[in-house]
Nanobody, 122 residues
Framework: QVQLVESGGGLVQAGGSLRLSCAAS????????MGWFRQAPGKEREFVAT???????YYGEAVKGRFTISRDNARNTVYLQMNSLKPEDTAVYYC????????????????WGQGTQVTVSS
């Protein structure tokens, strides 16, 4: 069992930055690829980024070049640094733990966090 707790969401102006954190409990953190999805009102849940234990990263097309995902295995924590934020980045961001791929698919996720709201004003 893995429990995920996100933090760091909030309101920011377009062009600004935010950093999300996700703290994971459980002794098997290293066996999971950790990632982020987001969901805006009326839209499907969208893949944002994933980082494997090895450090390999994968990004959704909408955030490439602006967001950076990283993980601190000693702290059981994954981060999402979001730069050059746009109003279309407004969504609830969910931390996700996956045992296998494809990592971009929500059906690959074994555990979800409760979500944190990110709002980008124009």
């Amino acid at each position: 069992q893995v429990q995920l707790v996100e933090s760091g969401g909030g309101l920011v102006q377009a062009g600004g930055s935010l950093r999300l954190s996700c703290a994971a409990s459980g002794r098997t953190f290293e066996t999971y690829a950790m990632g982020w999805f987001r969901q805006a009102p009326g839209k499907e849940r969208e893949f944002v980024a994933t980082v494997r234990w090895s450090g390999s990263t994968y990004y959704g097309e909408a955030v490439k070049g602006r967001f950076t995902i990283s993980r601190d295995n000693a702290r059981n924590t994954v981060y999402l640094q979001m730069n050059s934020l746009k109003p279309e980045d407004t969504a609830v961001y969910y931390c996700a733990a996956s045992r296998g791929g494809p990592y971009s698919l929500a059906r690959s996720v074994a555990y979800w966090g409760q979500g944190t709201q990110v709002t980008v004003s124009s």
